[in-house]
């Protein structure tokens, strides 16, 4: 097992160096150059050739690579061109908004995605499986921006429900951090009236995130429980006359959910695209909108850190669900 | 037979008749419109009205029809999709086929590549590349379909290596057919179902992802009436003027809805092994 | 022994749970919520866009000050100040009583320290100085006298001085790494001696900055007896929202972009206002002097003649601009009071357009025009100059792009786009800060002058300008060349713009400025 996950780990270097040439290709071949922006309003062109020079923008392009490379494997991923500040740090500071968001919507997604699915196969070819089935079908074809925007305009802008933006009410201090996850924090820090507001701030955020993950959670669940349902052992148990709710719950549903779980690792990948976008609406302060914020000003620093942050998360997520994986099924070491 | 099972799957046949409607729409949409005027130029005096039974969908912040900006808005959306979906596979299958075939270096590192690719989300990468590349609905197509090929790569890069193994090859191979011969006269026909399916849901999916870049406000150009850029453009009019975003977004909807009930059926169809509802 | 720590530090997250909850509770304090954007960095000598100066004005001080709108240069750590008679050597007095917020005196050394830093970072607000300014030639003859000496007569310096906030050079040289002056320190903190002081520990870059009030600011309080405590800064990237959050009370204002179409929605609130104030800020579309069909005068007046001016400020901005018809903001001096300009006239376009075409403009070809995507309104602006020439047979392609990719294909005529949008605000509040660097050749390859004009007799003038000493010589030549550039159409002058924030009514004393768009918040108190 741990050679496994070792190798698996190992393989990721190459990933990880491919990925920072193909990101460095594609900023080297962008046409936009920070420094007439660094340089200022009133900057002539010596001040702008110089900002660049300092920068070591007027080098060649092997050299920037090279000297970034040595940098970066040190675990120096550099500092933003326009703040100054490491990026790790910001980084940091960002990431646990992120990862909260990630966290409630990839439950909403499995405690959603496993009832529909759920209600599908138990109910097979029912009305409710027809509903419960176009929802998901529906959670897939929905554009993430649209639905945020959607959810923003009826339930908080035209209802109020709910806020539109941000993580906590703008008049409020953040909870003490601990985690960085401002849900956990106010419960750890017994701050009640900070944790509502918090639960308030995320639930739209996370509802629209989960939605599409919802709706593949939704159609692994239902057909692999169908698929258990045929199974002998079940028609054997409900041949001895077990009722057939004390058999879906035992046996069937573990062994399906299982399947679905391992589908959780896959969605990632989609959770942090939508992340981009729904961080962006709902004024969310993580990384994903950090990393737009990056790309419409091309610092390139950022960039390329928040891509191998995004890269590296990536890989461990699928590790972690391999590792899972393998746990359950030998077969696959 | 085939068409029989196929009119038998109700969601199937209603993506069938949705795509095959939004094609009709594509090419005959200049007729549903009472003409470019509608669709271009602005009237700043009839800016922002709200529903009517003259502007079905409201106007825009220019004074221009809502109504004939989505119905015009989906020839581009169709062409981004099938664009897409097209030079992916056009890059992403013969990869697939040669890495899927031959066991060489080269084999080896072309997956690489494609790990790298899938590496980082597909969003996250055709953002940074549209971000180079100069801006228009050209860009963010290219853009796209150089994060998706490695999609249709793996596709076939599966199925071929799970065919190579069939009796089939071996005989074909005993017989001294060349690689290239058997790639291409016999392994590709064998993974075409796994192709189409990949395909018919991929427009769906080039099609949404070509939106949220459009509504990052790098995809489609103004005055074009992409449905992504519509919707971008509404936020500032939000709450009042709600028509703004609804009506191009529900356009997105039911497009992909349309290719995703399809690729769901033909699945069904081109490949029994899998069950319906996956 | 480990058990003691495990308790000690449950107890600490206990103190400061309840400290917490207390400090939530403590309602109805003497507190504001602004919904400013703020700069990405906190060292103010790294930028001078807008964000950069709300927090600029706030927190640092420098040797003078803009008041007012129109904005007035005043006195603010300097006392007074002397020129020689060649007009290169300036001298300053400095205030005596100035501290920092450590609690150290600002002196001269502080003061040279700074202008040194900024001209050796190079960046941002070091551009209106690099030119003529050398870090040598700044000297402290004595703890209250600072002395610049320039190498060339440059009549603008007075109005750049503010854009130099002055730093603490002890604090900063305790924070220094290597030789970076302090910065990767500054970029997250603060060292000044503003009437505000930033809360380093609540700051969260982008997200939220909280500001205290500095009691011993040297200004004093007395024309304020009631300040405000703390101002918690909550910027939101997109405006429906904040007007949203301006509705509800949680924010106190928004920030100074708030779009003609909201302005109603605000109103009809009983608790709000919207404060509207002409700044100096136009609006223009540059063309590309040097490429064809630009490089023909015909052809650029067609252009200006097909522009719906009135239409667009009336039905689009509801009126909230004012028709500035030339290359100055028409509330400045130097703006020529009777330029006529050009109005929105189709059939003098279309007489402009044949000439042009008849000399062989190759005016059918696409035109590009770019159209910055960090504001909706520049591609508005080019959607009205495209629905308009259409009609011309003109073919105008709109392609946004962000502000720092376009600004960066401005080094040759080649590589700059056909036209392109933008605004030019107030750095610093004189003539040389619109005309003399978008029209001078020697700017040529910045994105200000990115319309590649060229005018022999035009760059002349504004020598002359910019060495001048007398304001009344200065202002009869900017008139001079503002009518030059206008009669050759060198751009498209759109409009002043109207800067509008909603604010609630709660907020008394705010006063506009064009920089920092009235964010300057030690005027300002609460009431009913």
Redesign the interface.
Known sequence: MLEFICRRILSLFPVILGLLVLTYALLYL???????????????????Q??RK?YGLDRPVYVQFGMYLKQVSVGNLG??M?????VLE?IA?RLPATIELALVSLVLMAIGGITLGTMGAVWHNSPIDHVTRMISVAGLAIATFWLAIML?LVF??VL?WFP???RI????????Q?TGLYLLDSI????F??FRDAVRHITLPAITLAFGGLATVARFTRSSMLENLTKEYVSYQHATGVPFRRIIVPYVLRNSVITAVTQLGLLFGSLISGAVVVE??F?W?GIG?YLV?AI???DYKVILAVTIVVGVIYALVNIIVDVIHAMIDPRLR | MVVKKFSRDLPATFGLIVVMSILTVAVFGWWLVSGPSDV???N??A??SPPSAQNPFGTD??GRDVYSRVIIGARSALLVGVGVVAASMLIGVPIGLYAGYTRTIGSEVVMRITDIFLAVPQLVLALAIA?IL???LESAMLALALTYWPAFARTVYGEVRHQKTSLYVEALEGLGASPFRIAVLHLLPNVAPAIIIRATIGVGFAILTAATLGFL??GA???SPDWGLAIA?S??????SWWLALFPGLAIFITVLGFNLLGDGLRDILDPKLRRSR | MKHVGVYRSLAL??A???S??Q??NAEQKN?M?W?ELLP??L?PH????SQMQFYMLNTYDGLYRYEGNPPQVVPWLATAHEVSQDGKTWTFKLRKDVQFHDGTVLDSSDVVYSFRRLLAM???????F??YLKPENISAPDNETVRFVLNERYAPFLS?LPLVSIVNEGLLSSHQVGNDWG??W???NEAGSGAYALDTK?Y?????M?VHRFAEHFHGWSDNPRPIETV?V?P??????SV??LL?G??DATDSFL?P?QVK?VEADEGLRVSKDESMRILVIRMNNKKPPFDNVNFRKCLSYAF?YD??IA??LQGYAVRNPGPIPQNLWGAPKDLEGYTFDMSKAKEFCDRAKAEGAPIDRKLKLF?P??H?QM??T???L??ET?KLGLDI???????????????TPESTPDMWVHWV?T??ADPE?WIG?MYDS???????ASSWYENAQVDEILGKARSALSQEDRRSLYEEASRIIVKDAADIWVYNTIQLRGINKRVNNFHFTPVGAGGELRWMSLGQ
């Not at chain 1, 009410?169 to 003490?176: D, G, K, R, T």
């Not at chain 1, 750890?188 to 701050?191: A, I, M």
């Not at chain 3, 790294?46 to 866009?49: D, E, G, K, N």
């Not at chain 3, 939101?236 to 929202?241: C, D």
């Open positions: 962008a046409p936009s150059d920070p420094a007439t922006i660094l340089a200022g309003e009133n900057a002539s062109v010596e001040d702008i110089a900002v300092e500092v933003s326009y703040s100054n500040r490491p910001d500071q923003q908080a802008m109020g539109v933006r941000g009410p703008p008049e409020m201090v953040p909870p003490v601990i750890l820090t017994l701050n009236s900070a962006m609406i004024d302060p909108s914020n419409f000003t091309s | 271009y130029d602005s700043l005096l800016r922002l912040d220019l971000q100069s801006r228009g406000g790098i150009t103004p005055p453009e936020r500032q009019f939000l709450p009042e | 997250a206990l400061i749970a309840v917490s909850v400090f939530a507190e919520v919904g990405e960095t060292d790294l930028a001078s866009h190079g960046r941002g607000p070091a551009s209106a690099s030119s750049a910065a990767a500054l970029s997250s609540t969260r870059p982008l997200e939220a909280d918690r909550r939101s990237k997109e405006t429906s929202t949203l959050v509800k949680a924010i779009p179409d929605r719906n239409g667009y039905a689009i159209a995507s960090e909706v591609a508005q080019g959607q009205v495209q629905a259409r392609e709109i392609i946004p792009a962000t502000f720092p990719s376009l600004a960066g294909s401005m080094g605000s750095y610093f800060n660097q020697r700017y040529h390859g910045t994105w200000k």
